[in-house]
């Protein structure tokens, strides 16, 4: 595909989409556009959310033990679901590196930073390689936790401290929440990440994860442990609310595998010689390149409302910087004023 149809590239070889980011039409308005909802809502499931349904879907039929080995907790089904996690995220991750920057089959077509990690070593990683580096924290931390919470919620939906709705009864009410399951990750992904960008939990726990200046698919789950159990609490929203273990497990792939999108570097993945899957992506590399804008992924107006927003346009770029440049004036104030005392 020709990707100079849909953007720009640089001199250095960065592309860029043509048209600025488009927050979902959910809340962006008031009153709502129903009609602009209606036609957003095949991009609301197509293709990522219902991949990462189907893999839940698969998770219980086929993986999650029975209920009543769930009731206690013991290390032979926590290690398989350990090792299938394990599996699936090699494998899902997996491919999407070995075609985009092993194999390089797009090349740098549609790559918003024209380099490839491989390229560049650095000291920020272990053993200098970014891939390297966060292979070891993906599946050392990440799948760990992600397994631990997943485990500990089986168990207590096993053990009845969790609500557990059947579909025959309540399907309804998880209708509904599957519905919200994404909007769920969005304002939780929103939360925490504003959290970790504090000073102190920024310095000493997310700068791990921004190390990936460039990032790539193995960057998606290359965290502080802290991080990791912040990302992955967002399944134990599912204590309290009236749901199932397969939308619980929904909502951990969501988390899981849903940081592939993000992080994959490219703003369309190549099926073939004419078509192509858009990432959505782009948000979230804005953030990785200026590390204050774009805190949530575009699905709710959050950083609108919070003046965070970068939608990649020129407007975007000078937004960003006339903030930048408020909060350098009120630190020269604040440093001019301790001389002074």
């Known amino acids: 595909m020709d990707d100079l149809k849909f953007g720009r590239r640089n001199k250095r070889g960065d592309w860029a989409p043509d048209t600025p980011i488009q927050v979902a039409p959910l809340l962006d308005r008031f009153p709502p556009r129903l009609l602009a909802i209606v036609k957003w809502l095949p991009h609301y499931f197509l293709p990522w959310n219902v991949m990462y349904l189907a893999l839940?879907?698969?998770?219980?039929?086929?993986?999650i033990p029975d209920t009543e080995v769930m009731?206690?907790?013991?290390?032979?089904?926590?290690?398989?679901?350990?090792?299938?996690?394990a599996v699936a995220v090699f494998l899902f991750y997996g491919a999407f590196e070995l075609r985009l920057y092993v194999l390089r089959h797009q090349k740098n077509r549609f790559k918003y930073n024209g380099t490839f990690p491989a390229e560049q070593r650095s000291e920020a990683f272990m053993f200098k390689r970014q891939d390297i580096d966060c292979i070891i924290r993906t599946f050392a931390s990440g799948v760990t936790i992600w397994t631990a919470i997943e485990v500990f919620m089986l168990w207590a939906y096993a053990n009845g401290y969790a609500p557990w709705l059947g579909i025959a009864e309540h399907p309804w009410i998880l209708l509904i929440v599957f519905l919200l399951i994404p909007v769920i990750h969005e304002l939780h992904?929103?939360?925490?990440?504003?959290l970790i960008h504090t000073p102190f939990?920024?310095?000493?726990v997310h700068s791990v994860h921004h190390n990936s200046v460039n990032p790539s698919p193995w960057s998606s789950l290359a965290m502080h442990p802290v991080e990791h159990l912040l990302y992955f609490g967002t399944a134990f929203y599912h204590l309290i609310l009236p749901s199932c273990p397969v939308l619980m497990l929904y909502q951990l792939h969501v988390a899981g595998f849903g940081a592939i999108p993000g992080h994959v570097g490219f703003d369309k993945v190549e099926i073939g010689e004419n078509?192509?899957?858009?990432?959505?992506?782009?948000?979230?590399?804005?953030?990785?390149k200026y590390f204050e804008v774009n805190y949530g992924d575009a699905l709710l107006p959050l950083d609108r409302w919070f003046g965070t927003w970068h939608d990649g346009s020129p407007e975007g770029e000078a937004r960003m910087q006339a903030r930048y440049r408020k909060r350098k004036e009120k630190i020269a104030a604040r440093e001019a004023r301790k001389s002074a005392g």
Do not use: E, P
Not at 71 to 85: I, P, Q
């Open 71 to 85: 009731k206690t907790l013991d290390w032979h089904w926590a290690g398989w679901l350990f090792l299938v996690n």
């Open 275 to 288: 078509h192509a899957v858009d990432s959505h992506s782009y948000a979230h590399y804005l953030h990785h």
């Open 201 to 204: 939990l920024y310095k000493w």
């Open 56 to 63: 839940a879907l698969a998770y219980w039929a086929w993986i």
């Open 189 to 194: 992904f929103f939360c925490i990440h504003r």
